[in-house]
């Protein structure tokens, strides 16, 4: 066996990348399949203006900023992703089918979705000059590296992995122009913290519920996306513009609505692994949405009414319409489809019309995981 570093020790994401975790399988065809799907409910790989990006001067948040990175640079969690004393076995043989479906299901996606910001962060490093930005990137591109790397250490014991070299390669990328990538990362990189802690703090209560080990990890890996978030705050503060203008209010809205009602047409899909965490997702998501809507807070002047009477009904139409549509795709129904169609983006629309609420930024940015 090739002596090489674990992806959970690796200092940079080149080191993580390079690292094979001392495991047989490396790939398999299914996971990768699936991992490749572009769909409106799948991960994405994502491209930007990378010039652009890197001309971003951070000095209007200096202060905040070198604190942020002297915080990502001291790498509390190195070492953390990978297994230990506390893993435990895990009786994938012995797993009831329908929940070791939606499991591999979830881990999978979370894995594309780990990966897909590491690729977009070690692209930045790549291509900039600009001393902050890069270092910024390549310090949460070490970390996304890890955390996907773990997630195939958890799949390979099922046999299965992700080939995440293949992906880098054939994963077709969707352009954002930047302040998209901003909006959109940070949201993912907030919802991320919100959903990992959530699930930890659930299992914390009901450790009898946890059935895989790899929950035990979601503590320390929601701190590095809650930092990961932070930067992204602190980019997005650094021109004002980007957050008050009158359009670019109404991409904030676009951005929150899509990313919620992702989530919950996403869970939804996996009603078997919810109930096996003991976790109502209509209830999950409530949770999630308020803790998200709270952080963003510091830096989005909007939020959405997730109380509003027309919320909920509008993400369970969104969900049915859904249903409706991946059926018909596959009975190839083009009535049913279109349909279906027609009932979704109506669906969104409602969502999207409902008035949000609207609140002043506080002045700091910074904020600390409280939850
Ligand atoms: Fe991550
Ligand atoms: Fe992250």
């Avoid at 012995?94 to 897909?116: N, Q």
């Avoid at 977009?120 to 310090?139: A, P």
């Avoid at 059935?211 to 930067?231: M, Q, T, V």
């Amino acid at each position: 066996m090739k002596d090489m570093t674990h992806s959970a020790d690796a200092a940079t994401v080149e080191e993580a990348l390079a690292a094979d975790n001392h495991q047989g399988v490396v790939d398999s065809e299914g996971a990768t399949a699936l991992a490749m799907q572009n769909t409106l409910l799948t991960p994405r790989f994502y491209t930007t203006d990378f010039d652009e990006m890197d001309r971003i001067d951070v000095s209007s948040v200096r202060e905040d900023w070198d604190k942020l990175i002297a915080q990502m640079k001291s790498d509390p969690n190195k070492g953390h992703f990978k297994k230990n004393e506390d893993w435990d076995h895990v009786d994938w043989d012995g797993m009831e089918p329908k929940l070791k479906r939606e499991f591999i299901d979830f881990l999978v996606s979370s894995c594309t979705a780990e990966f897909s910001g590491c690729v977009l962060y070690k692209e930045m490093k790549r291509r900039g000059n600009n001393e902050d930005i890069v270092t910024l990137f390549q310090l949460m591109a070490r970390d996304e590296a890890r955390h996907a790397g773990f997630i195939n250490d958890a799949l390979r014991e099922a046999g299965i992995a992700v080939n995440l070299g293949f992906l880098t390669q054939k994963k077709k990328y969707t352009y954002f122009r930047p302040k998209f990538i901003y909006y959109a990362t940070y949201l993912s990189e907030k919802i991320g913290y919100a959903r990992y802690i959530t699930i930890y703090r659930h299992l914390e209560a009901n450790p009898e519920l946890r059935f895989h080990p790899i929950f035990k990890w979601f503590r320390e890996w929601c701190n590095d996306e809650f930092s990961h978030g932070e930067a992204f705050a602190l980019l997005m503060k650094t021109d004002p513009k980007l957050t008050q203008s009158f359009a670019n209010k109404l991409w904030i809205k676009f951005f929150l609505t899509a990313v919620y009602s992702t989530m919950y047409v996403r869970d939804h899909q996996r009603p078997a692994f919810h109930a096996a965490l003991g976790v109502d997702p209509d209830w999950y998501a409530h949770e999630v949405f308020t803790k998200t809507s709270e952080i963003s807070r510091q830096v989005f002047p909007i939020t959405l009414d997730i109380d509003h009477p027309r919320w909920q009904k509008g993400l369970e139409a969104l969900q049915r319409a859904n249903v409706d549509l991946a059926d018909a795709k596959q009975t190839g129904k083009v009535f049913k489809r279109m349909g279906a169609t027609v009932r979704a983006a109506a669906a969104f629309i409602g969502l999207f019309t409902i008035p949000a609420v609207k609140h002043q930024v506080p002045v700091s940015t910074r904020l600390e995981p409280a939850y």
